[in-house]
């Protein structure tokens, strides 16, 4: 079989093609086909050696994917040959809090992850697909929507009627879109392409704001919501914009913290925190009970992931190329 992995230097460019051996499940394992994997900011960063720890040449990168189990191993009675399957971004992690699951790890680094043809898994890292769903889809779940769903849903407690502030119209944000509507929340999306906002409105954003023409937009948001502010912030641009997110939440509201595109250096006034009476929290993703939760919304309700573009697995360079434009709206998905 065929994987790509870190080469001796880091960046996209670098990555390398190795033939291996297929690899044969052991005692609770499960030997997967790949069939599709997507694409993270956080598979970006660790390929070009920008991720807060740096990953050893030969690893196989890309923490999200989906397939067809192939075979199992000793003791595993949960899956069966001809199962459409999706891993769990967090290996180890089951349900509860991520402190109490010590020996967690997240696929794509440090362990291998999805760029590969065939890839070994526990069975306890992964849960099978919804019914409604396509390969292409399923894998698109993982890590963006997961996240977006342990924000909202598993923390969260949203509510219909709720305001929700979507920063941005990459993966998380578009799924955390979708997913507040699913619950009857009203969504504001924010982004710098006037484009990429329609779309966002013609999926059900009740308001858009261009941050580029509207630099101070939280007075944006506050009016809106006729001085109420908004009860979520699925919050992915970082110490750049979290003062202005302090500044529209509503009393009591929650901030959930899933990245920093907008940049890692900043500051943040602490009281106004207290002033608003905020929750900040950061989200790592979710444990497998959140990905089966979320598959199981999605064959309730019919959920269909907004995919950008489709790459062939061999041309991930263009496809890491394109995530790094910032073009995309919602996923970019590789397929075997």
């Given at each position: 079989?065929?994987q790509?992995?870190?080469?001796?230097?880091?960046?996209?460019h670098?990555l390398?093609?190795q033939d291996?051996?297929t690899?044969?499940?052991?005692?609770?394992?499960v030997?997967?086909?790949?069939?599709?994997?997507?694409l993270?900011y956080?598979?970006?960063?660790?390929v070009?050696?920008?991720y807060?720890?740096?990953f050893?040449t030969?690893?196989?990168?890309l923490?999200?994917?989906?397939?067809?189990?192939?075979?199992v191993?000793n003791?595993v009675?949960?899956?069966a040959?001809?199962?459409?399957v999706?891993?769990?971004?967090?290996q180890?992690w089951?349900?509860?809090e991520?402190?109490d699951?010590?020996?967690?790890?997240?696929l794509?680094?440090?362990?291998g992850?999805?760029l590969?043809?065939y890839?070994?898994i526990a069975?306890?890292g992964l849960?099978?697909?919804?019914a409604?769903?396509?390969f292409?889809q399923a894998a698109?779940l993982?890590?963006a929507?997961v996240?977006?769903?342990q924000?909202?849903?598993?923390?969260?407690?949203i509510?219909?009627g709720?305001w929700?502030?979507?920063?941005g119209?990459?993966?998380?944000?578009?799924?955390?879109q979708?997913?507040?509507?699913?619950h009857g929340?009203?969504?504001i999306t924010l982004?710098s392409?006037?484009?990429?906002?329609d779309?966002?409105k013609?999926n059900?954003?009740?308001?858009?704001?261009?941050?580029?023409?509207?630099?101070?937009?939280?007075?944006?948001?506050n009016?809106?919501?006729?001085?109420?502010g908004v009860?979520?912030i699925?919050e992915v641009?970082?110490?750049?914009?979290?003062?202005?997110?302090?500044?529209c939440?509503?009393?009591g509201?929650?901030i959930n913290?899933?990245?920093?595109?907008?940049?890692?250096?900043g500051?943040i006034n602490?009281l106004?925190?207290?002033q608003a009476?905020?929750t900040?929290r950061?989200i790592?993703?979710g444990?497998t009970?959140?990905?089966?939760?979320l598959?199981?919304?999605?064959d309730?309700?019919?959920?269909e992931?907004?995919?950008d573009?489709?790459?062939?697995w061999q041309?991930?360079?263009?496809a890491?190329?394109?995530?790094?434009s910032?073009n995309?709206l919602?996923?970019i998905?590789?397929t075997f």
């Amino acid at each position: 079989m065929q994987q790509v992995v870190i080469g001796t230097e880091y960046g996209t460019h670098n990555l390398a093609t190795q033939d291996v051996d297929t690899p044969i499940p052991k005692a609770g394992e499960v030997l997967i086909k790949m069939k599709a994997a997507s694409l993270n900011y956080r598979d970006w960063e660790v390929v070009n050696g920008q991720y807060h720890e740096n990953f050893p040449t030969g690893m196989v990168p890309l923490s999200d994917g989906a397939g067809e189990v192939i075979k199992v191993g000793n003791q595993v009675t949960s899956f069966a040959p001809g199962d459409r399957v999706i891993s769990s971004f967090w290996q180890g992690w089951q349900s509860g809090e991520l402190k109490d699951s010590p020996a967690a790890k997240s696929l794509g680094g440090p362990l291998g992850g999805c760029l590969s043809e065939y890839q070994v898994i526990a069975a306890s890292g992964l849960v099978k697909m919804p019914a409604s769903m396509t390969f292409v889809q399923a894998a698109t779940l993982p890590c963006a929507a997961v996240t977006a769903w342990q924000a909202l849903i598993t923390k969260g407690n949203i509510k219909s009627g709720d305001w929700v502030l979507v920063q941005g119209t990459g993966g998380v944000s578009m799924f955390a879109q979708q997913l507040a509507l699913m619950h009857g929340a009203r969504v504001i999306t924010l982004s710098s392409s006037d484009t990429k906002l329609d779309t966002a409105k013609q999926n059900g954003a009740l308001h858009t704001i261009n941050y580029q023409t509207t630099p101070e937009w939280a007075v944006d948001v506050n009016r809106l919501t006729h001085g109420q502010g908004v009860d979520h912030i699925v919050e992915v641009g970082g110490p750049n914009t979290l003062s202005q997110s302090l500044a529209c939440i509503a009393p009591g509201g929650q901030i959930n913290v899933v990245g920093y595109l907008g940049g890692k250096d900043g500051s943040i006034n602490p009281l106004q925190i207290l002033q608003a009476h905020a929750t900040v929290r950061g989200i790592a993703v979710g444990p497998t009970s959140s990905l089966q939760a979320l598959c199981n919304a999605i064959d309730a309700n019919g959920l269909e992931p907004l995919i950008d573009r489709e790459f062939q697995w061999q041309d991930y360079r263009q496809a890491f190329d394109y995530l790094a434009s910032g073009n995309h709206l919602g996923k970019i998905v590789l397929t075997f």
